[in-house]
């Protein structure tokens, strides 16, 4: 009884987590790569994705802080006047 349960469980997160992966140009190029060449080819373009996503991120973080920094900068200089 408790393994159905538990096996009923670990189904429910499996379908939960393919359901949640967006199916988007850059996946379907993947996909597509992959299907076409072979899946060192596919690996490689989903870790080309990965690195450009995460300078992009680093990126909209950096200036985000700057701007917030700038911002908080500003207004603590203008009120001790």
Do not use: H, N
Not at 10 to 35: D, E, W, Y
Not at 37 to 63: E, H, N, P, Q, W
């Amino acid at each position: 009884m408790t393994f159905d349960i538990i096996e009923i469980l670990f189904r429910g997160i499996c379908v939960g987590v393919a359901a949640s992966i967006t199916v988007g140009p850059v996946a379907v190029l993947c996909i597509q790569r992959t299907l076409s060449k072979s899946r060192r080819s596919g690996i490689a373009s989903g870790l080309g994705v990965a690195c450009a996503d995460t300078f992009m991120a680093m990126a909209a973080f950096f200036f985000y802080i700057s701007s917030s920094t700038a911002r908080c900068c500003a207004s603590w200089g203008a009120s001790s006047w």
